[in-house]
């Protein structure tokens, strides 16, 4: 990798696959704390340099994360942050590293959703006790473990609560009866989602055409990464319950307004406004021009012409 180092490679910590040297890629078990240590030296360097490095640690696009000084470097990755995305590690003597010869890690655990909420704005407080209408946009937010960095299906579905002869039976006969396992599925539209620091943040239109019935309607999400349904704590694939909406329409709101005034802010008492504002008047006004001084304007005279040399003429008298 250049300044002064070869190659770098993991003394300690649990990893899910085997690298080569042709991709350098670990794959890390999540939590699992690893011990990332020069592996070899670059050719010329002796005993005297080799100890503590600079250690670079950068995102997926090459921005720097963070950076350390010492002869290892401690590194792990929390469930949040594992799935897709990969981190760059690089050491170097000098302060800076050259993009070759590092290594790519990405963490590894079992895909969850740990949390969701509905908000009124992105990333919100949960509103979930909201009653929305149709027209509104609405945001959805869910916390996941195991799929950051991955692309999402977010798939958006109508709760179908009619009572049925055959659903009251079953509410009297078997005390562990669930409604839901006998809710039809009604789906109503699906989006691809991008899932950041583990989180996925959308938005969408509450469109009147999802409305069912004269009552108001419940809905709820599905998230798929690629064929897989994530599941919950709970072993259950159906989240963020629910987004309840009442049977009233609102104008959809097209556009977002936003502040288009230059004028500036201010914060505090606003000024007092000024009435009367005094006129500022000259009675005597002089030009040096060439180491002489010139006299343009007094008050009550007419000044015809100055130097000879000058081009500055009076057009008018002053007063």
Not at 168 to 178: C, E, G, P, R
Not at 281 to 300: A, K, P, S, Y
Request: proline letters at 3%; aromatic letters at 12%.
């Amino acid at each position: 990798m250049g300044k002064g180092i070869k190659s770098l490679k993991i003394e300690y910590g649990e990893l899910l696959n085997v690298s080569t040297p042709a991709n350098n890629h670990f794959t890390l078990k999540a939590d699992e704390l690893a011990h990332i240590t020069v592996g070899e030296w670059a050719p010329g360097i002796n005993g005297l340099y080799q100890g503590n490095v600079n250690w670079f640690r950068y995102d997926n696009k090459k921005e720097l994360l963070a950076n350390d000084y010492g002869n290892r470097l401690n590194f792990s990755i929390p469930k949040n942050h594992c799935g897709s995305y990969t981190h760059y590690i690089e050491a170097s003597l000098s302060e800076n590293c050259d993009f070759t010869n590092g290594i790519y890690i990405n963490g590894h655990c079992d895909p969850l959703i740990t949390y969701s909420k509905w908000c009124i704005q992105n990333d919100g407080s949960d509103q979930r006790d909201h009653d929305f209408s149709f027209g509104e946009n609405v945001f959805l937010s869910l916390n996941t473990e195991g799929i950051n960095g991955n692309w999402v299906t977010v798939e958006l579905y109508r709760l179908n609560d009619d009572i049925t002869i055959e659903k009251i039976k079953k509410w009297l006969t078997d005390k562990n009866y669930d409604p839901k396992e006998d809710d039809k599925l009604a789906k109503i539209f699906d989006k691809q989602a991008w899932v950041i620091n583990g989180e996925i943040n959308t938005d969408f239109t509450i469109l009147p055409t999802w409305k069912k019935g004269e009552d108001g309607n419940k809905f709820y999400v599905k998230i798929k990464d690629n064929s897989q349904y994530i599941r919950d704590n709970n072993h259950d694939y159906i989240h963020a319950r629910f987004l309840r909406v009442k049977n009233k329409t609102v104008p959809i709101q097209t556009k977002i307004e936003i502040l288009t005034s230059n004028s500036p802010v201010k914060i505090g008492d606003t000024e007092k406004k000024v009435d009367n504002i005094s006129k500022c008047r000259f009675r005597v006004i002089n030009f040096t021009e060439r180491g002489g001084t010139v006299e343009l304007f007094n008050e009550g005279k007419f000044i015809n012409k100055m130097d000879a040399s000058s081009k500055f003429y009076t057009i008018k008298n002053i007063n």
